[in-house]
């Protein structure tokens, strides 16, 4: 399984970014988004079943969205209201037996 993450960037503080990460295969395990900023451990953003229930970090609710296209095997993010802290290399991931990780993608806030 290969994991092909875009939509990253460089935006400011309050603004829009939506990440997506296309899966070589088809997927009936749980996909979502980790982050890691420099410096700090890598955490869970978002995560989403394959039945569409998601689960979200705290310090992004009400911020991000996600979602998946399972006839594509793709998993969105949607990021508003983006804020400095949120900036990170973020990595898309699909759970189930063994994990598989996408190559990162760099989302940049500036104040």
């Known amino acids: 399984v290969q994991l092909q993450a875009s939509g990253g960037g460089l935006v400011q503080a309050g603004g829009s970014l939506r990440l997506s990460c296309a899966a070589s295969g088809s997927s009936f395990n749980v996909m979502g988004w980790y982050r890691q900023a420099l410096g700090k451990q890598r955490e869970l953003v978002a995560a989403i079943s394959s039945g569409g229930t998601p689960d979200y970090a705290d310090s992004v609710k009400g911020r991000f969205t996600i979602s998946r296209d399972n006839a594509k095997n793709t998993v969105y993010l949607q990021m508003n209201s983006l804020k400095p802290e949120d900036t990170a290399v973020y990595y898309c991931?699909?759970?189930?037996?063994?994990?598989?990780w996408g190559q990162g993608t760099l989302v940049t806030v500036s104040s």
């Open positions: 991931f699909q759970g189930g037996p063994r994990v598989y």
